[in-house]
């Protein structure tokens, strides 16, 4: 596992040369930037640590025209090197730069004082004092200040075990999780075929696995890989620089900016809501404002609409909303940056609240501004009430909470335990799939389920109660029925429900019909049995009510739509078959012989006979079955 370090400073102020010095690579690595002496691109080198780790440096630019790849190496990283040159001092570069760590809440690291070798120690302190000027009343106003000379070596020893006593410090991203890595680089290996790399954000890849390049959402395999820079390995995590093979990726395929991620774990999305805070100065963030928007290793133009409709003045902070105008992969909670579109000067960042929302109407204005502040948190609890209070029937799963808003899975679990505990959701079962949903509607459920029950026991005395199939129709299909069924089987558990059969009653629902129609019945079923195997048309029966209750509870069975028969014919028919045929298979003309009825009212038993699984056809012939 690795934990990344991030250069910045002004141009020329010794950047590449110190990590040169520390890893024994030179970062520069392109022919312009040893020709010109200047570093254009990102640069990369390593450094092993004791325990097995390691730190990757991830060299960036400094010159004010390649600012846009200084803030794509840094989105990554989790220390900053900040170099400053002690015979020139803090420069426009160095405050931009330090700008930019401080927007992206890159808020551990050091400083060093380079070039010590070309001034004496007054001049020395002198840009010491600027420095602690500069970091005055930031989250990095304590960091070491190091006198260094790449020259003389002055310092470096210190630097070098300054950096290690750090990284023992800073906690390694968890390897848990979807994984995703943000690619900040591309290019072509004789041999090979096209190479990305990038800093892994989360999870774990193993060589073999099927990963997702978004924008495109098109699929590759993991062909090889390297991890901070060593020989090919099987696996590489969270916080590990690396470059991997993909079989069929193609250069053109993929850009910095582009992530490759777990499938279906992220997307792209070109609009946003986010927490922006402005830069001291003179530049405010005005309605429609045109910027420059980067996140973890991409960089769009964007239209910015403060949520309020007031320009956010500098140094202020406020709610935005993003239209962008190219797409962008990132989750919740990840920083950005915006800098001016011309002339070119970061202006502010913050974070990512949500994705893919559209523009704030006047209408929706508080709506919104509300749900900003509770994003804004980030806090999973105030998250997953605000997912379940928005779809408070469907419900929401901690999978989709978890990777819509960059949450662990563990965290969001833990706000599940904590919101069932305050009866707030209620954790409910889809088949196989857990979904949280709004403990006031399951308790509106329940009532509405007893509600309608008590109507129907109102409406049909004698029904057994309510086909378990007929319940969502029965609610006006308020509820899924996935959700039904958890209610009813919550409600079996209590005893306020039984379930009879197929139908569903309520537990003081009498099963039995009242005595004058269980009379009323006896006397139906003496006539039906009279008739035997020729039945009774149902259009014949006194009472159709005392009919459907009898078939709800089996003491009639329907033949045909207007044929019923009792359960006692139809014990009798299975016994006549059975001593008639036993074994031997029959034909429908000696079904018909040994009912003693019609070729048509034969054909009707012999279909339902099969519909119950007493007998089964194999082409012209039926066999009694064992059931």
């Known amino acids: 596992m690795g ?14 040369t110190i990590v040169q010095k520390l890893t024994g690579t030179d970062p520069d690595r392109l022919k312009d930037e040893k020709e010109r002496g200047i570093t254009i691109e990102l640069g990369y080198a390593f450094m092993p640590l004791a325990d097995g780790g390691v730190l990757s440096f991830i060299d960036v630019p400094g010159h004010e025209k ?91 020893d210190e630097l070098r075990e300054d950096l290690k006593r750090m990284a023992g410090e800073v906690p390694f991203r968890s390897p848990s999780g979807n994984f995703r890595l943000a690619i900040d680089r591309v290019f072509v290996l004789k041999g090979f075929g096209t190479i990305v790399g990038g800093t892994a954000l989360s999870g774990v890849v193993r060589i073999g696995d099927t990963l997702e390049l978004q924008p495109g959402a098109k699929t590759y395999r993991v062909r090889e890989m390297r991890v901070n820079e060593g020989r090919s390995t099987e696996e ?57 928007f980067h996140t ?5 133009m964007a239209r910015a609409f403060p949520a309020e409709g007031k320009t956010i003045p500098p140094a202020g902070t406020g709610f935005v909303h993003f239209q962008l105008e190219g797409p962008v992969v990132a989750l919740p909670g990840d920083r950005f940056v915006i800098r001016r579109y011309s002339p070119i000067v970061t202006i502010g960042g913050g974070k990512i609240l949500e994705t893919g929302t559209t523009k704030i109407r006047k209408r929706q204005k508080e709506r919104r501004l509300k749900r900003m502040e509770k994003l804004a948190l980030m806090e999973p609890e105030s998250i997953l009430r605000l997912q379940v209070e928005e779809n408070p029937v469907e419900g929401v799963t901690i999978d ?50 007893k509600n309608a029950l008590e109507k129907h026991h109102g409406n049909k005395p004698l029904s057994l109660g309510v086909p378990t199939g007929m319940l969502p129709s029965l609610l006006q299909g308020s509820y899924p029925s996935w959700l039904l069924k958890n209610v009813v089987a919550k409600n079996e558990k209590d005893g306020t429900i039984e379930r009879r059969n197929d139908y569903i009653a309520l537990a003081d629902h009498p ?78 003309a000696e079904l018909r012989d040994a009912l003693g009825t019609s070729r048509k009212k034969a054909l009707l038993w012999a279909e339902f006979l099969d519909s119950l699984g007493k007998t089964i056809r194999k082409g012209d012939l039926r066999y009694l079955t064992d059931r």
């Open 3 to 16: 934990l990344i370090v991030g250069t910045a400073g002004h141009i020329d102020h010794g950047k590449s």
């Open 296 to 300: 973890g290793t991409s960089e769009v």
């Open 511 to 588: 099963p039995e019909l009242p005595p004058e129609q269980a009379r009323k019945a006896g006397e139906l079923i003496a006539r039906v049995n009279e008739m035997g195997f020729e039945g009774v048309t149902s259009k014949g029966v006194p009472s159709r009510k005392l009919m459907e209750a009898m078939l709800e509870r089996k003491m009639l069975r329907r033949l045909g739509e207007d044929l019923i028969t009792s359960k006692e014919m139809v014990e009798r028919a299975q016994r006549l078959i059975e001593e008639t045929f036993g074994k031997e298979g029959f034909r429908l």
């Open 66 to 156: 390649f600012v846009r790849q200084m803030v794509a190496g840094i989105a990554t990283v989790d220390l900053f090197m900040l170099v400053v040159a002690a015979d020139e001092g803090v420069m426009p570069q160095t405050r931009e730069h330090f700008d930019v760590l401080r927007l992206l809440e890159v808020d551990r690291g050091l400083v060093v004082l380079s070039k010590c070798d070309l001034v004496d120690d007054e001049l020395q302190d002198l840009v010491e004092y600027e420095v602690r000027q500069l970091l005055s009343g930031t989250p990095t106003e304590g960091a070491d200040v190091l006198r260094v000379s790449a020259v003389t070596g002055q310092g470096m």
């Open 400 to 449: 989709r909470v978890a990777t819509e808003f960059g949450l662990p899975v563990s965290e969001v679990q833990k706000a599940r335990d904590a919101l069932c505990s305050e009866g707030v959701v209620e954790s409910v079962m889809d088949g196989s799939v857990e979904r949280i949903i709004s403990g006031q509607t399951l308790e509106r459920a329940q009532s509405d389920l």
């Open 236 to 292: 590489g995590s969270a916080g590990d620089r690396i470059a991997l093979n993909m079989v069929g990726l193609e250069k053109e395929d993929v850009n910095r900016g582009y992530v490759l991620a777990t499938p279906d774990y992220v997307e792209p999305f070109e609009s946003l809501d986010a927490s922006c805070t402005m830069l001291p100065g003179e530049i405010d963030l005005s309605n429609r404002m045109r910027v420059r």
